[in-house]
């Protein structure tokens, strides 16, 4: 969780900051300066070897996120900026253990709410509509891209990370 810095590695240059209160928050002064988070999460013997999938919802993006065998390492899930909206992340552990890397590379501060491990079962990305609304959706897809318009919402993007990876953005 983001509620203290237990188990969070910050690494940042001069004037950056990151803060941990119930959310992740990082600064970074300018373009030229990062901040970065990481931890090391343990897997059982009886995981490795079994795709999980990590769900991020990013409050205020974009936040730059890998995961790797070692610290800083991006072989489990390669280096990608994630937006503001819910991201659902597969990835295989072969290890016993991988290590998340949240790294803020913009000139304003960047939020992430949270981060777990997805349960077994169906994914399922919430998205604001309600029923009746869907019938008055619009969208248009651009290779890996649907671009989403509905009157009454911010348009939304659902992007396609690899087969069993899925994002659900806000289209700024």
């Known amino acids: 969780t983001f509620a203290s810095s237990t188990g969070w590695t910050v690494a940042g240059d001069a ?3 990151v803060t941990f209160n119930s959310i992740l928050a990082m600064t970074s002064p300018s373009i030229s300066t990062s901040t970065t988070v990481t ?4 897997v059982a013997g009886g995981d ?4 999980h999938a ?3 919802d ?24 994630l937006g503001k909206g819910v991201h659902s992340l597969a990835f295989t552990p072969t290890t016993t253990e991988f290590h998340v890397q949240f790294e803020c590379l913009v000139p304003y501060e960047v939020k992430v709410n949270s981060i777990a491990v997805e349960g077994a079962g169906e994914l399922t990305l919430a998205a604001d509509w309600t029923a009746a609304q ?5 969208w248009a897809q651009s290779g ?13 993007k659902i992007e396609r990370r690899s087969t069993r990876s899925w994002s ?5």
Do not use: M
Request: aromatic residues 8%; glycine residues 4%.
């Open 15 to 17: 004037n950056t900051s």
């Open 39 to 42: 931890q090391a999460v343990a």
């Open 48 to 51: 490795q070897n079994v795709e």
């Open 54 to 56: 990590l769900r991020v």
């Open 58 to 81: 990013v409050e205020r993006g974009p936040v730059r996120f890998r995961v790797g065998t070692s610290s800083g390492d991006d072989n489990l899930i390669a280096k990608t900026d």
């Open 134 to 138: 869907l019938r008055l959706l619009r």
């Open 144 to 156: 890996d891209v649907i671009y989403l318009a509905q009157n009454d919402y911010q348009q939304r």
């Open 168 to 172: 659900l953005v806000w289209y700024e």
